[in-house]
């Protein structure tokens, strides 16, 4: 009980949750295949340290906002294949909309209108 | 599926979502070598390199555990380990709680289970949600048949109504013996069965038809344990006829043992029916009876309905309100104006809870929860002690970082483990118990333990842990590491909490001890009350009954009138009367009077006798005024209470008045008797109403013996049974009768005294334990008095002083709350005030020294140690 949250600062916190639910709606996709997906469309800037996916993966579970099952990977092994359920996509949108309102926030912040 | 269930069903699949993440990251990290190594990157930085991006494995398992695991569930699993390592570790204190909490919640569990079989527990009925009752607008009181054939009739569309009334019927189950006995039947109409959608087991049940007198004989519907008992389950019971009351009946079909029939909860105890005859037949079965005639006799029918289909209970309740308006004004005069009302059957009817009930309610749970109260207080008093005893254990606790917060949880932990052990022994013990006293008969209402009594009993373990649990927890994690460390001296604070708890203890006692020795009390008053009549020396033949089932009016004229005529020539008799109820008999009939000038005045209810003109020598009661029967019109006798109540201190001879609400009788008094208690002891004073007997309305005999008259009841036997061979008329003595009240009182009083023993058990093993404990804690003290010179006897007398503070408080306490609940409960006392001062200065002085005695054994025992010893106990 009590452990600290070790993730690293690098991304905003509660964005890796959203990055992971907006990955999966393009589709079925195993642990491997989200972390890369979010490396490569942000240009490898959004550094995430690639092991939290998996307890972020577990929370999302318990959520009820992804689901899992076990299928065969390209190469023919066993691997775990999440995807998006309805909930998981409702949530998305509140996510994004909130993210959206608070860089708006931010970015007004920034850089006040002259 | 909520979160918190996916977590409970991940935990119980921990081992292998372990197996899956390790799998799962296992080919994560071969991936990222892959795709590194196909990057160009040497496979074996490419492997360290995998590694690091992926961050600290055993961190980020434990994380993705965490996610799965109920918050806290790990640590109570932890604290309910710990609390079954330190009850272990203590047994005898373990087991003292346990049995004190049993001892305690016992009682508590064995009133709600029957309260809860009697009252809460609806009927089990198929549908019952559909199912309703019809009552005429009295709680628990049915419509007479007539109203009811006319609700049946023009509800029809709403709801299938259905009528039933139980009855006690002789039965002759083998037609070749006279062999003959009781049983409990249901008057059933046709559809009853069919409402209550019950299904025979054999053969059928009632079908419409049977709501008409048949041309060949009537049938019989048998109930399953009855079918076992007396047939042996036989199938060839079907067809087979049976006699009751003297009639022929077919039996058509078996009904399950599971359907107990449909009693009116906290009417009377339920029994089981053992068989149902068709409404119609009490004509037959009890000849010259009219009461399916009568729109104004209410003898016990009840009335069920299930809705149709689609009707709404609003929509079945405004039809009966309706077709009641309509019979008001088509029999206006003929009925009384009343406002049925419909009730759910399957939901609690809180109208059929009487004053009766919950003044019973109220005691029985009042007594339960003081003994409750007092095994609680117990507890808690143990649990303080042994906080004390704990408290270097708790202090290491603390220095070793743990939270005030943990210590009390831990603490609640071990009392509500506790509590939940010596509730659920509480609770079997009541259950047993129930079932052992029930074994005897059989009675209609599920016993098994439902849900409701499983709530009830997690809500009183959860109460009693908590009453228990909390103060010695807060005590123990008192924040102060360095003397708990050192095993300093306890808080006075300590002390004095546990002097709150003997105080509140001994009051709660007191009060229970004190209503014992009132009801003891009132139990001897009740038996050395003068009953007036002689009752050593009166021989009863009760015949009320039996003769109104079986003979025509001149046939019972004729068997009475034998009877009494060979008694009064038995040797030893010296006169015979006849009565009509006889005197302390358990049953009575009541009427309203109203004075000839006010006809429509509010009438009073005063007790109705008939009997003999014989009667008043016989029994004792001498006329004060007027004279006795002399066969003038309307002539009736009236007691001196009635006398005074109607005409005040005028002379009530040659005075009139009305009795009966519809079919009204004048009266006109020719004499006052004396008041005497006639019904019970408790009525000394009734107004009563002597009217002259008419034997071809049936009635019993009595008769004077200048003996004892119990002496003459071999003979008396012998001569009814030679008038009629047949039956058996009950030959007894009224002391018989007066015997069973006095028992009921003194069975009453030895519950309660029953009661009151455990409390006084439970309360002076908590003063004996408090003062224990304190005397232990005080050890040191001691030792430096006895070296300084105090005698044995100095030092226990101030133990003992000390110990007896609270209890003086106590006892006050309790005198004042006794003081307050006898006067709740004077009505039921036979000559006793509401404050007897020999019931509770005994009460009060016996446990006093009762307490005195407690607390001298330790403070004794501590004040002989040797001062050597003691001093050395620090």
Not at chain 2, 435 to 452: G, I
Request: net charge positive.
């Amino acid at each position: 009980m009590g452990k600290k949250r070790t993730e690293r600062q690098d991304l905003l916190p509660g964005t890796l949750d959203m990055l992971i639910l907006k990955s999966l709606t393009r589709g079925v996709m195993h642990g491997y295949g989200i972390a890369e997906h979010i490396r490569q469309l942000s240009d490898e800037v959004l550094h995430v340290e690639e092991g939290s996916l998996y307890p972020a993966l577990q929370r999302l579970q318990i959520q009820g906002w992804i689901a899992s099952e076990w299928g065969h990977s390209v190469n023919n092994r066993r691997a775990r294949y999440y995807r998006l359920t309805r909930a998981g996509r409702k949530q998305l949108g509140e996510a994004e909309s909130s993210f959206g309102r608070l860089i708006e926030a931010i970015t007004r912040v920034m850089k006040p209108a002259t | 599926m909520t979160p918190w269930l996916r977590r409970l069903l991940a935990r119980l699949r921990r081992r292998r979502l372990d197996d899956e993440l390790a799998e799962e990251i296992q080919l994560h990290l071969e991936q990222r070598r892959q795709s590194l190594i196909d990057g160009g990157m040497d496979p074996r930085l490419a492997e360290r390199e995998a590694r690091r991006l992926f961050g600290n494995q055993t961190v980020i398992t434990e994380r993705a555990r965490e996610s799965w695991t109920i918050p806290r569930l790990s640590s109570v699993a932890q604290d309910v380990r710990y609390a079954i390592r330190v009850a272990r570790r203590s047994p005898g204190y373990a087991a003292a709680v346990i049995v004190t909490i049993a001892l305690g919640t016992a009682l508590n569990g064995a009133v709600f289970v029957l309260v809860n079989a009697f009252m809460l527990r609806p009927p089990d009925v198929v549908d019952i949600e559909r199912v309703v009752r019809l009552d005429d607008g009295r709680p628990a009181l049915g419509p007479t048949y007539p109203d009811y054939v006319d609700y049946r009739d023009r509800t029809a569309d709403a709801m299938d109504l259905a009528a039933y009334a139980g009855i006690g019927l002789k039965a002759r189950i083998d037609t070749k013996s006279e062999a003959v006995e009781r049983v409990r039947a249901v008057l059933a109409s046709g559809n009853y069965f069919e409402v209550l959608k019950v299904r025979a087991v054999v053969g059928r049940t009632f079908d419409g038809r049977a709501d008409l007198p048949p041309l060949g004989t009537a049938e019989a519907v048998i109930g399953e344990i009855y079918w076992t008992r007396r047939f042996n389950r036989d199938p060839a019971v079907i067809g087979r006829s049976i006699e009751l009351n003297g009639q022929p009946f077919t039996v058509v079909g078996v009904v399950p043992a599971s359907f107990r029939g449909v009693d009116i909860p906290g009417s009377e105890a339920p029994t089981v029916r053992d068989l149902y005859v068709p409404l119609w037949s009490v004509t037959s079965l009890q000849p010259g009876d009219d009461r399916l005639r009568q729109r104004t006799m209410w003898w016990g029918l009840q009335s069920i309905g299930r809705l149709r289909p689609g009707v709404e209970l609003s929509r079945a309740r405004s039809q009966v309100a309706a077709v009641a308006t309509a019979l008001d004004g088509e029999y206006r005069g003929q009925r009384h104006e009343r406002t049925p009302y419909v009730a759910p059957l399957g939901r609690i009817d809180v109208r059929l809870f009487t004053e009766e009930t919950g003044i019973i309610a109220a005691a029985t749970s009042g007594i339960t929860l003081l003994v409750l109260l007092i095994a609680s207080a117990n507890v808690a008093n143990l649990g303080l002690a042994r906080a004390v005893a704990r408290s270097r254990e708790i202090a290491v606790r603390l220095a070793l970082g743990a939270g005030r917060g943990r210590i009390v949880r831990q603490f609640l932990t071990e009392s509500f483990a506790l509590a939940a052990c010596g509730t659920a022994l509480g609770f079997a013990l009541a259950i047993l118990g129930i079932q052992v006293v029930v074994r005897e008969e059989p009675v209609a209402f599920s016993l098994a333990p439902d849900l409701a009594v499983f709530a009830y009993g997690s809500l009183v373990a959860l109460i009693v842990a908590a009453a228990t649990g909390i103060l010695p927890a807060l005590q123990a994690s008192k924040p102060g590491v360095l003397p708990g460390l050192k095993d300093g001296p306890a808080s006075p604070r300590r002390n004095r909490l546990q002097a709150v708890f003997v105080g509140g203890e001994i009051a709660s006692c007191v009060l229970l001890v004190v209503m014992t020795a009132v009801m003891m009390r009132s139990a001897q008053k009740a038996a050395a009350i003068d009953p007036v009549l002689p009752v050593a020396q009166l021989l009863t033949v009760d015949a009320g009954e039996e003769l109104r089932n079986r003979s025509e009016g001149p046939a019972r004229a004729t068997v009475l009138t034998e009877i009494g005529r060979r008694l009064e020539v038995l040797p030893g008799v010296t006169g015979v009367a006849f009565a009509d109820p006889l005197p302390f008999s358990g049953s009575r009939f009541d009427t309203m009077v109203r004075r000839i000038e006010t006809p429509d005045g509010p009438g009073r209810r005063v007790f109705v006798s008939h009997v003999s003109a014989s009667f008043f020598a016989l029994a004792n009661l001498p006329i004060v005024r007027g004279s006795g029967f002399v066969g003038a019109p309307d002539e009736v006798v009236i007691s001196q209470t009635l006398a005074a109540r109607l005409w005040g201190t005028a002379d009530p001879v040659g005075q009139a008045f009305i009795s009966g609400d519809f079919s009204r009788s004048n009266h006109v008094v020719i004499g006052v008797v004396r008041d005497a208690p006639f019904v019970s002891l408790q009525q000394r004073s009734e107004p009563f109403l002597f009217r002259p007997i008419d034997l071809s309305s049936g009635g019993s005999v009595m008769a004077r013996t200048s003996g004892p008259a119990a002496a003459l009841l071999h003979a008396a036997d012998g001569e009814v049974r030679r008038v009629v061979p047949g039956e058996r008329l009950g030959v007894a003595t009224v002391a018989s009768g007066l015997a069973q009240e006095i028992s009921a009182v003194q069975a009453g009083a030895g519950m309660i005294g029953g009661l009151g023993a455990l409390a006084l058990a439970l309360a002076l093993f908590g003063v004996a334990a408090v003062t224990a404990h304190a005397v232990a804690q005080r050890t040191h003290e001691i030792g430096v008095r006895m070296a300084l010179g105090a005698t044995t006897t100095d030092t226990t007398s101030l133990m003992v002083r000390q110990s007896m503070r609270p209890v003086i408080v106590g006892v006050l306490l309790g005198v004042i709350g006794a003081a307050l609940v006898s006067r709740a409960v004077a009505a039921f006392l036979y000559g006793l005030s509401a404050v007897d001062p020999v019931a509770f200065g005994t009460a009060s002085a016996f446990l006093f020294a009762a307490s005195m005695v407690a607390s001298w054994i330790p403070a004794r025992r501590a004040a002989r140690v040797d001062p050597l010893i003691a001093l050395r106990a620090e």
